[in-house]
Each structure stands twice: as C-alpha cells, then as structure tokens.
C-alpha cells in the first residue's frame, strides 16, 4: 500500500500550484483522502479531505476558497490545487487514507490526524517573495 505526494516547489505570493498524490495497493475509489500541512515548528493541520466520490469535499478556514480538491478514481490520483497562495500556506503538505472504507459524506472531522492510518511522504511547499 503506498501514497506518493507531489508537485511542490517554490512559488510567489499570489501564485498558483497543484499537488497530486497518487495511491496503489488497495481499493482506491472505496476511501476517502485527505491532505495535511505541517509547517516548522506548528503541530500538523487538516487542510481538506475528499468522499469517495467528489461530491464531498470539506477544507479547513485557512484555505476555504483558495484551495479546490478533487479526485480521478480512473487515476487513483487525488489533487489538491492551491491557488492565491500564502507566505503562511509554507509547509509539507502530506496525503493520506481516511481509515473507514466508504465515507461519501465528509466533515470537519475528517480533517483530524488520528483518523488516517496510511501517509504519503510528504511534498514541500514553500511560498516567498
């Protein structure tokens, strides 16, 4: 079972990326995803999370209207678009697999660490002038 992050890099103020993160080893299309950020030295945040289709999709405050998740089951790829990025959006952003099978709906609460059983590596995010 493997999560793979990627696309990061550096970028402007204002700019745009898009991260994918793709997924083998198990059913793809039966789990949620969601993505994390950890910047140094802040605990870990829930950035959003997707159903396992893509009529579901939850974002924390901090990214609400910048960031657009979305998912190709066709794929087993998982994006994360991040647009009119932040000096504060810097961080390793991470994917990673809800650990119920079938969730459609998602929550806030699916934005809690504790509830993932499998991470992705982790992809580097930095965002300066």
């Known amino acids: 079972l493997q999560l793979q992050a990627c696309g990061g890099g550096l970028v402007q103020p204002g700019g745009s990326l898009r991260l994918s993160c793709a997924a083998s080893g198990f059913p793809f299309d039966d789990y949620a995803i969601g993505w994390f950020r950890q910047a140094p030295g802040k605990e870990r945040e829930g950035v959003s999370c997707i159903g396992v289709s893509d009529t579901s999709t939850v974002y924390a405050d901090s990214v609400k209207g910048r960031f657009t998740i979305s998912r190709d089951n066709a794929k087993n ?20 697999r809800f650990f119920l099978r079938t969730v459609v709906a998602v929550t806030t609460d699916h934005l809690r660490d504790e509830n993932y059983d499998y991470w992705g590596q982790g992809t580097q995010v930095t965002v300066s002038s």
């Open 77 to 96: 790829t998982v994006y994360l678009q991040m647009d009119s990025l932040k000096p504060e959006d810097t961080a390793i952003y991470y994917c990673a």
